[in-house]
């Protein structure tokens, strides 16, 4: 059931130590996550592929895909920080933290491969039921035998057969499981129709042994804010079903996580542009992850 894949790594390493850190993360030929944390300045381009099609069926178009070209400044990026050892993004609002458990949050759209190569999950935790975030595909890729699913009662109806162990949780509740603590709290839309209050959608305030973690769900800048407080906040950028940059620079300055992650960019909807523009405008220092692919390195 425990896990722990990776090393430690003090804040201000060096590039090379950073590349190893990338090799304890994953095997050979494996793309890392971390943004690239090179000292030289240079521009680094990197080709993501997006998928095509409709993300959610509950919406008439949900958002075009299209392939983009991320232009990735080395001297944008912030450098390695032992905070955020362990959080890897693995696209929209998807990320796996690894600390004594592995525990993914709205895992989506995950290549088997990938999936073959990252480990079993002990806890899953499912902000909504829309198709971008409540994935039983990626799901069932990802569980084993002991994993326990935290969500809301909408995506009961559709959980894989391999979940043997689910909880339910609302806005305001709060669960020990496996030793940690996670704390449901409210992600809605204020005037859009696209997560309103009234379904209970969440976010999750994961309480670690020496951390704790803020994943926003899908939501906007909402007054429930000024009551969270988290160590590292993850937060959606994309605008239109959720908070724009600028909004979600508001959420972190409001919130004082003391790193803040950019999300829900670079898939379905939100560009690097914003993840930029995020950083620039917060008073809280930022950290961009890169995207963990199934993609084989040549």
Request: hydrophobic residues 40%; proline residues 5%; glycine residues 8%.
């Amino acid at each position: 059931m425990r896990t722990r894949m990776h090393t430690g790594v003090s804040s201000g390493v060096a590039a090379l130590a950073f590349l190893a850190l990338c090799l304890c993360h994953f095997p050979a030929g494996y793309d890392c996550a971390f943004a690239d944390t090179g000292a030289s300045g240079t521009s680094v381009t990197i080709v993501a592929q997006l998928d095509e099609g409709d993300i959610d069926e509950s919406f008439e178009t949900y958002g075009d895909d299209s392939d983009e070209i991320f232009e990735y400044d080395e001297a944008l990026m912030a450098p390695l920080d032992s905070l955020v050892e362990g959080i890897q993004w693995l696209g929209h609002a998807s990320f796996l933290i690894e600390d004594d458990l592995s525990i993914y949050i709205d895992p989506y759209d995950i290549p088997e491969e990938l999936a073959e190569a990252l480990p079993r999950a002990d806890i899953i935790l499912v902000t909504h039921d829309h198709a971008d975030h409540f994935s039983p595909e990626s799901i069932e890729m990802l569980s084993g035998p002991s994993t326990v699913l935290i969500s809301i009662e909408a995506v009961t109806k559709d959980l894989p057969g391999v979940i043997k162990h689910f909880h339910t949780i609302a806005p305001g509740d709060t669960l020990e499981v496996e030793g940690i603590t996670v704390e449901a709290v409210p992600a809605y839309n204020i005037e859009e129709k696209f997560h309103p209050k009234d379904k209970g959608y969440v976010g999750f305030i994961i309480n670690l042994r020496d951390r704790t973690i803020y994943h926003a769900g899908d939501t906007d800048l909402i007054p429930e804010m000024k009551r969270i407080s988290a160590d590292i906040a993850l937060l959606p950028v994309g605008g239109k079903y959720t908070m724009d940059a600028a909004e979600a620079a508001e959420a972190a300055d409001t919130i004082k996580p003391e790193v803040a992650i950019p999300m829900h960019w670079g898939k379905i909807i939100g560009t690097w542009e914003d993840a930029k523009e995020f950083q620039a405008r917060c008073e809280t220092r930022v950290i961009v992850l890169k995207e963990v692919t199934g993609k084989k390195a040549k």
